[in-house]
């Protein structure tokens, strides 16, 4: 939900905000990333930040505390319902994956701290004293065990930490910091608000669409069929072809759309692994990671709510470039491993930076899904 509007769209905050427009809070300097990866792929001009999302993962199997979403539109002519001028980015740090398994047991951390090798060392010798107090009746065999994992962790670590010295991929810089970042004259900025978050409680006691109009039409028939003047059979009639329209219409974007009535300030709807509100029934296919090649699913969507905050409180010329975006939905399918492979993407100073998967819905989705078919 929108909460309140920053005093300056241009103001720094920090990874772990969530907000719409203003400038990404990159936690090293944006001059280490590529001149291109901020580009729009299709006029090749500098693309708007829409969406910074702070998004931690925490699973049975994984957990990653230091993980965040960046979504970008382009807001030249023609370009805001092209697929090719939305780019989503998945931004994580490298040390902060942890897989968990039933068979290797791990102590969870503190939410404000990040493993390392010692944390790691010291949970393994806590484990030891944990099983007994008795030193002396410490397993030998598993303690030599665990130094020799010990000893090809840190092993595995430095040649790690060689590989990316020698490849140049890694920039050792400071991680930026609210107040010591440069100003960034080149990207277009949209007005920032910061976003609070509210769990979403499905109304229960709505039924489905069909039923709704099924109902209201046999009221009105009712109504209709008591009454003796004309006034009432004249009336009966619209609300008859009006019933028969909504049979019709398309059942996905009725859900959809009762879904914005409902939430009317909702900016963006978010479940990791979840379902996405589809606004058509025609969803482009979704490309495997391009890092592990493994699956991606959905993850977050904006929604059309964005669009007319920003319209809002824009000037009257960034006004007429948000006209561009003309969208129903934006749907983000991230990497279900959330996989962070060095060799294959953006690294700079023990974060990596992977490109995701957008999905653009819009009112000519459907046209242009049905065109496609005969290409």
Request: hydrophobic letters at 35%; aromatic letters at 10%.
């Amino acid at each position: 939900m929108a909460g309140p509007w920053a005093d300056d769209s241009r103001e720094a905050a920090d990874h772990y905000t969530t907000k719409i427009g203003g400038l990404p809070d990159w936690p090293f300097p944006r001059e280490s990333l590529p001149p291109d990866l901020l580009k729009c792929l299709k006029c090749g001009g500098h693309l708007c930040l829409v969406a910074q999302v702070y998004a931690p993962v925490s699973t049975g199997s994984l957990k990653i505390e230091e993980r965040f979403l960046l979504i970008f539109g382009c807001i030249m002519p023609g370009c805001g319902t092209s697929p090719d001028s939305w780019r989503a980015f998945r931004v994580q740090r490298l040390d902060d994956v942890r897989e968990v398994s039933e068979s290797t047991p791990v102590k969870t951390l503190p939410s404000n701290t990040t493993p390392s090798i010692s944390d790691s060392k010291a949970s393994w010798f806590d484990g030891f004293d944990d099983d007994d107090d008795d030193d002396e009746d410490m397993d030998l065999e598993a303690l030599g065990r665990a130094l020799l994992e010990a000893g090809t962790s840190l092993n595995s670590v430095s040649k790690k930490e060689c590989r990316n010295k020698r490849s140049g991929t890694v920039q050792n810089y400071l991680p930026s910091t609210p107040g010591t970042r440069l100003v960034d004259k080149e990207s277009p900025v949209a007005p920032c608000f910061y976003m609070y978050t509210q769990e979403h409680k499905p109304a229960n006691a709505v039924v489905s669409l069909s039923s709704n109009y099924s109902s209201l039409s046999i009221k009105e028939k009712q109504n209709a069929d008591g009454g003796d003047d004309d006034s009432d059979k004249e009336t009966w009639a619209p609300e008859a072809y009006e019933y028969d329209a909504a049979l019709n219409a398309d059942r996905t974007y009725l859900k959809f759309k009762k879904q914005l009535d409902a939430n009317p300030e909702q900016c963006f709807r978010y479940s990791y692994g979840g379902k996405a509100l589809v606004a058509t029934q025609e969803v482009a296919d979704v490309s495997g990671c391009k890092l592990c090649c493994g699956s991606r699913f959905y993850e977050m969507q904006l929604m059309p709510t964005v669009i007319y905050f920003l319209q809002e409180a824009a000037d009257d010329q960034l006004r007429h470039a948000l006209e561009n975006w003309d969208w129903l939905t934006l749907l983000v399918y991230t990497c279900a491993k959330s996989c962070s492979n060095s060799n294959s993407c953006v690294v700079v100073n023990g974060w990596i930076v992977a490109e995701e998967s957008v999905v653009l819905q819009s009112e000519n989705t459907k046209v242009i899904s049905q065109l496609s078919q005969f290409q």
